[in-house]
C-alpha cells in the first residue's frame, strides 16, 4: 500500500492526528515559556527580545511555517474522522451511550476545537499580525537592536475585558482538547500499559490538561488587573 493510500485509512488519519497534536502539545510548551516573559517587572525588555528573536531568525521562521502546516493539517484530517464516523453511523442511537463507549471529553471535540479555531484567529490578528505587518513602535534595550514593542501591543490590548474573557475560554476549551488529545495519541501510538499510565495520565490531565491552560489565562487576567 502507498503512503497516499495508508493515510486516506481511517488507522492513517488518526495517526497523522495523533503526531501532529504531540507535535503541538511541545509548541505550547515552548509558547508558554517565552508568554510568561510578559509578567516580568522589566519594562518588556525579555518579551520583546524573545518576540524580535521568534520573528526573525531564519531557522525558527522556517519551523513557524511549517507549524502553520502542522496546525492546518491537525483540523483538516480530524474534521474528516469526525465526518467519516458520522457516516458510519448515520443513524443515531435511540438512547446515546455516554461513557460506556467513550468519555465525555471526546464527545465535545468538535466543539472544543470549533472554539479553539476562533480563539486562534483571534489571536493571530492581534499579536501575530500586528508584529509581522502591523505599525507597531519600536525600541531599543542597551546595545539590542531596536525591536518591535510587541509588549506594548499586548498590554493594551488586555485592557479590554472582552478579550481577556475570550482568552479564559480559548483555554478553557484548550484544556478539553489537550486532556482528550493526549490520551487519544497516547492510544493511537499503543504508549497505554499498566506500569505507566499513571503517569501519561499525570502528563496529560494535571500538566497539559491544567497547568499550561491555567498558566496561559492567568496571563492576560494578571495584565489586566495590573492595569485597573
Request: net charge positive; proline share 2%.
Amino acid at each position: 500500500m502507498k503512503w497516499s493510500q495508508f493515510f486516506n485509512t481511517t488507522i492513517g488519519k488518526k495517526l497523522l492526528v495523533g503526531a501532529t497534536g504531540l507535535f503541538l502539545c511541545s509548541f505550547v510548551i515552548v509558547h508558554l515559556a517565552g508568554n510568561l516573559s510578559l509578567l516580568k517587572d522589566d519594562g518588556g525588555e525579555a518579551f520583546n527580545t524573545y518576540a524580535a528573536f521568534m520573528g526573525h531568525n531564519g531557522f525558527i521562521q522556517f519551523l513557524a511555517w511549517g507549524l502553520k502546516i502542522v496546525i492546518l493539517l491537525h483540523a483538516i484530517v480530524a474534521i474528516q474522522l469526525t465526518i467519516r464516523n458520522q457516516k458510519a453511523r448515520p443513524v443515531k442511537y435511540a438512547v446515546r451511550p455516554g461513557n460506556k463507549t467513550s468519555s465525555w471529553f471526546s464527545r465535545q471535540m468538535a466543539i472544543m476545537g470549533s472554539i479553539l479555531f476562533i480563539f486562534l484567529v483571534i489571536h493571530l490578528q492581534n499579536f501575530w499580525w500586528a508584529m509581522h505587518y502591523g505599525d507597531i513602535g519600536k525600541v531599543s534595550y542597551g546595545a539590542v537592536t531596536e525591536v518591535g514593542n510587541l509588549y506594548e501591543v499586548v498590554y493594551f490590548a488586555f485592557q479590554q475585558p472582552w478579550l481577556v474573557i475570550l482568552y479564559v475560554i480559548g483555554m478553557i476549551a484548550l484544556s478539553f482538547h489537550l486532556i482528550h488529545g493526549f490520551k487519544s495519541a497516547c492510544q493511537t501510538f499503543g504508549l497505554n500499559h499498566k506500569k505507566y499510565n499513571g503517569i501519561l495520565h499525570f502528563i496529560g490531565v494535571w500538566f497539559f490538561g491544567i497547568l499550561i491552560p491555567v498558566a496561559f489565562a492567568a496571563i492576560p487576567v494578571i495584565i489586566y488587573f495590573k492595569q485597573i
